[in-house]
């Protein structure tokens, strides 16, 4: 389905969502989708659907917690918000994602 | 901790699973509407909104797939499929399902019955608090006896422990209560040390238990009874306490009730301090309990050591006499290890494994049947394990539902079991109702039975060859490799029914009515009645002589014409072992003691039983008086000791083995009387009977023959004996057939249990035999069928059907008879001469199992010769 270069990294799509809570507060589903597909600006090309799965993890782990609302349009939806430990996890996962990147970085450099 | 909070929230989940996948979808369905809402904004029309929405979102079913997966526990999800489908499949086969439940019911149940009974009697320990820290001492004589011990040892060894709480003594024996107006009861009691109690520890329902100060001698007498005796004597009435009574003639008041079952166990209801009984006890019952911070071990060694050195010390009292310390638990129940309780989990698990081949062989008959589904699951992609999973979910619920049904099985069991029993033939520590243990082995069984009865046939039918099932119509799918399957599980359990079998026939020959010699005479209408005569009252011979015979002389006049006795030992009841000497021969062999069954008698013994001497005479009136020395010997003495001799006049004399009584001077035999069983499971013994004036015992029976109801000859030997000693209770009052029921109980209902495992075996293994005949005729009807269209007749083909169960059960037969030798190797039999391997048993056996064809094959074979030609071939 999708092109192997555009596939969502492993383990990447929870710290986007995570990322995407913590910066805007409750989203439904489809909001946090939105928002995770114009960060990448066209670089990603996400299956909506793939978010879902994502979701109940975090919500299982007790870093996220959702409640029904009601959308902008007046649609009913699941809003889901970052728990405190949530925001924790954030902070470990993007040292730990940094870390990592800059690591591959080196490497990567090094045999150039 | 995340992982646990995961684990939480995939259980709930799994609880309300209905719930999550409405809101997965009601959160698809808002994802969606949202999309198109978007497109709509961006100009799509509706339709097209709404597929670029799914477009956009993916597949859907795939991400509820994933989504399922990372919700609740998927392996128990799919057992939950397995557990469901399997519950169908079974309802739609009920026969199969009911048939297989109930056998492997009643093989679970009888296992857990005799679990019920073993743990009973050996694992529950006594109802005494940490019953595994109060240890047990005694000393063992030189000859393998149990003695207790003396006060003084006693004294000296409880003065110089150290790992102990306390060690406390007592000296069980029955009591009379009497002397506060109310007649006198005969109560089992107990004289013991102060601390006795509180080392239980026991505490009183009202009023107190024995202090130091009451345990000294001098100490004004007090009492404590039991809550039965208090119910039953003083109606539970408070104002007991306090009351003056007399406990064997002395006077006590009663200071306390304690709880029943407090004994030390012992079923006393009356108990006195043992500076009642003075200091010259020699025979006290000693147990301690362990201080909290001592091992059991180290307490023991210590113990046996004190015990040791006062042997040494005091050679003279305590002479080859070694001391033995145990745990309580040890010296008062039988231990799993024992060669009876081995026997009997041997025989607990035979019961349960026929059961388990049986059912074992069910389900290979519907794997059979079911070999289509299996292989198309198995074409579609049902992978290996997934398939014997599911067979095995089918095994668990059959088995599930088996531990139920056996459990119904046991609980009745032991409810008849327990019925059998005389309700004070058993020590009150021996609890048969169900604990925690009773439960992990019906689990633990019920769940190893899965594992022989289905995991076997489940691997056998998840190797299916798909190809071959599916192309020949799934007829003879790995049909040979099954039949030897089923046929390994039928010898099998035949051979462990030939093994009960053995021990049946065993059973039978042992009670075949010649060697049961207890019923020569009529005794049905023959009463009897015990009274103890307290030596307080009755000190020495002459007072109890005179008591006997006055109390006769007042039988006589009640019973008319019909004779009344008393004895010292009732027919059925045992007796004194004595050594005997007869007059003119060598004392006895080096090699076996000369020992007869000493028996003291009044005159009319025989004529009260209604019995007649084969030689000589009855005593008489004068038997007994100095110079009147005689004595009546049975024909088994006069077949042992006096071999083509005159019996009559022959002089004897008795030593009784136990030392306290002194023995006789010589007897002249002037009787013989015909043999009276007086011990279960033995031959006719030698018996001397002495006439009851020289030696009168302090306890007596009383002999009555009447054709009045019971109770009413009861009342009137209460009359008489009260009319002489208001004091003297009387006590076991019964008809001899009541005695003799009462001591056998033990030979009656091993044997009836016995009579009942051989039954479920070799019902059970009946029911194999036929079901495997069954099936194979039904898988051969077409070569029956073919067989008869080329003109077999009815009888060949009957013939042919008996032909392959006699090879069958002749291979059960002869892996039976191994099995029964190798059970009679791990467990000797007790008479060397009918045993279970023996010839004559192994024949009675092989024609029990012909009786099992006939029984098995009648229905099969007609079916087989019903067969009708055209229909079995066209069936193809």
């Known amino acids: 389905m999708n092109s192997p270069d555009s596939e969502v990294p492993y383990g990447t799509l929870d710290l986007m969502v995570l990322k995407t809570l913590a910066g805007m507060g409750p989203l439904h589903g489809y909001g946090i989708a939105r928002r995770i597909e114009q960060a990448a600006a066209g670089a990603l090309a996400l299956n909506q659907g793939t978010i879902y799965p994502a979701l109940l993890r975090l919500e299982q782990k007790g870093w996220i917690k ?47 | 901790m995340t992982g646990i909070r995961v684990l939480i929230s995939r259980v709930l989940d799994l609880l309300f699973s209905s719930r999550r996948e409405r809101r997965l979808e009601e959160e698809i369905t808002s994802h969606l509407d949202l999309l198109a809402d978007q497109y709509m ?60 439940v109930l056998v492997l019911g009643v093989g679970i149940g009888v296992n857990n019955m005799l679990f019920t009974i073993l743990n009973a009697h050996t694992l529950r320990g006594l109802p005494i608090p940490s019953s595994d820290r109060v240890v047990w001492l005694s000393t063992i004589d030189d000859r393998g006896r149990e003695h207790g011990l003396s006060f003084n040892d006693y004294e000296a060894i409880s003065g110089a422990v150290q790992h102990y709480t306390g060690i406390a003594a007592f000296e069980a024996g029955p009591m009379v209560l009497a002397g ?55 109606s539970s009435d408070r104002s007991a306490l ?103 989990i041997t025989v607990g698990f035979i019961v349960v494994l026929i059961s388990c081949a049986n059912v074992a062989n069910l389900m290979l008959d519907r794997s059979l049947l079911r070999a289509r589904e299996l292989a198309i699951r198995a074409s ?37 079991f327990r019925r059998a029993i005389p309700s004070d033939a058993l020590p009150y520590w021996f609890d048969y109702s169900i604990d925690w243990r009773v439960l992990a082995a019906l689990i633990a069984v019920s769940a190893a039975t899965v594992l022989v009865f289905a995991l076997v046939p489940a691997i056998q039918a998840s190797r299916t ?50 060697l049961a010699t207890d019923t020569i005479f009529d005794d049905r209408e023959i009463v009897t009645a015990q009274i103890a005569l307290p030596p307080g009252a009755y000190p020495g011979h002459v007072p109890l002589s005179a008591f006997y015979e006055a109390l006769l002389a007042r ?21 004194d072992p004595a050594e005997v000497v ?78 306290r009584s002194g023995g006789t001077g010589w007897l002249t035999i002037v009787g013989v009387a015909p043999d009276i069983r007086q011990r279960r499971g033995r031959a006719s013994e030698p018996v001397v009977y002495t006439p009851l004036r020289s030696n009168p015992p302090a306890t007596g029976a009383l002999i009555l023959r009447s054709s009045m109801n019971t109770a009413a000859v009861v009342l009137m030997l209460r009359q008489q004996v009260q009319a002489l000693d208001p004091d003297l209770p009387i006590f076991r009052a019964r008809t001899l057939p009541q005695v003799r029921a009462d001591l056998d109980w033990n030979g009656r209902v091993s044997s009836r249990l016995f009579l009942f495992l051989s039954f479920i075996a070799v019902a059970l293994a009946t029911f194999g035999l036929y079901a495997v005949t069954t099936h194979a005729v039904s898988q051969d009807r077409h070569e029956i069928g073919i067989r008869m269209a080329l003109g077999a007749r009815t009888h060949q083909i009957i013939g042919r059907v008996l032909r392959r169960l006699l090879v069958q059960v002749s291979f059960g037969f002869g892996a039976g008879v191994v099995c029964t030798l190798l059970w009679e190797r791990t467990f000797p039999p007790g008479d060397p001469n009918i045993h279970a391997g023996d010839p004559v048993s192994l024949t009675l056996v092989a024609l029990a199992l012909l009786g099992l064809i006939a029984i098995a094959a009648a229905v099969p074979s007609r079916r087989a010769s019903r067969v009708d030609p055209l229909l079995a071939i066209r069936a193809e």
């Open chain 2, 242 to 344: 306090g009351r003056a009574v007399t406990v064997n003639g002395v006077p006590a008041t009663l200071i306390g009730v304690m709880p029943d079952r407090s004994g030390f166990p012992g079923t006393a209801q009356i108990w006195m301090p043992l500076s009642a009984r003075g200091r010259d006890a020699r025979a006290l019952q000693v147990f301690g309990r362990v201080a909290a911070d001592a091992r059991v071990d180290q307490a023991v060694t210590e113990v046996a050591g004190i015990a040791d050195r006062l042997a040494s010390e005091r050679p003279d009292t305590n002479r080859n006499a070694r001391a033995r310390v145990v745990p309580i638990n040890d010296r008062f129940l039988g231990r799993a290890s024992d060669g009876v309780w081995r026997a009997f």
């Open chain 2, 582 to 659: 007869i007059e003119g021969k060598r004392g006895p062999d080096k090699d076996g003691e000369q020992t007869a069954l000493a028996i003291a008698i009044t005159p009319a013994y025989f004529r009260a039983l209604d019995l007649s001497l084969l030689q000589g005479r009855e005593l008489h009136d004068r038997d007994g008086n100095p110079g009147q020395e005689n004595a009546i010997v049975n024909q088994a003495f006069a077949d042992k000791f006096l071999t083509g001799a005159t019996v009559l006049g022959q002089r004897i004399q008795l030593g009784t083995s136990d030392a």
């Open chain 2, 465 to 514: 060859d798909v190809v071959t099932v599916l192309k020949e119509e799934g007829r003879s799918g790995g049909t040979a490799r099954r039949r030897i399957l089923a046929t390994t599980f039928l010898v099998a359990q035949l051979a462990l029914a030939v093994v009960l079998l053995a021990h049946l026939a065993v059973n039978v020959r042992l009670s075949r009515p010649g």
């Open chain 2, 180 to 234: 506060d107006g109310r007649s006198a009861d005969r109560l089992d009691g107990a004289y013991v040390t102060a601390n006795a109690f509180d080392l239980i520890p026991a505490t009183p329902l009202i009023g107190r238990s024995f202090t130091a100060q009451d345990d000294t001698p001098g100490a004004a007498a007090v009492a404590v009874l039991g809550k039965t005796a208090w119910e039953t004597r003083y």
């Open chain 1, 66 to 112: 959702s409640d029904w609302g009601t959308s902008d349009n007046n649609r009913r939806a699941r809003f889901y918000a970052i728990t405190a430990a949530g925001r924790r996890q954030l902070t470990k996962e993007a040292k730990l994602w940094e870390r990592t990147v800059s690591m591959v970085n080196r490497l990567l450099e090094d045999r150039s």
């Open chain 2, 555 to 575: 039988m006589h006049a009640v019973s008319g014409q019909t004779p009344a006795a008393v004895t010292s030992t009732l027919p059925a009841s045992g007796g």
């Open chain 2, 41 to 100: 904004a961006d100009g799509m029309t509706p339709l097209q909104a709404r597929q670029a929405a799914r477009r956009a979102f993916g597949g859907v079913e795939q991400m509820k797939e994933h989504y399922r997966n990372q919700r609740g526990l998927p392996l128990v999800d799919a057992l939950r499929q397995d557990f469901r489908f399997a519950m169908r499949l079974l309802n739609r086969n009920r026969g199969f399902a009911l048939t297989a």
């Open chain 2, 380 to 416: 579609v992609g049902g992978s290996r394990t997934r398939l014997l999973r599911q067979l095995l979910v089918e095994g668990v619920v059959i088995a599930t539902f088996g531990a139920g049904v056996g459990l119904l099985v046991a609980v009745g069991g032991i409810r008849v």
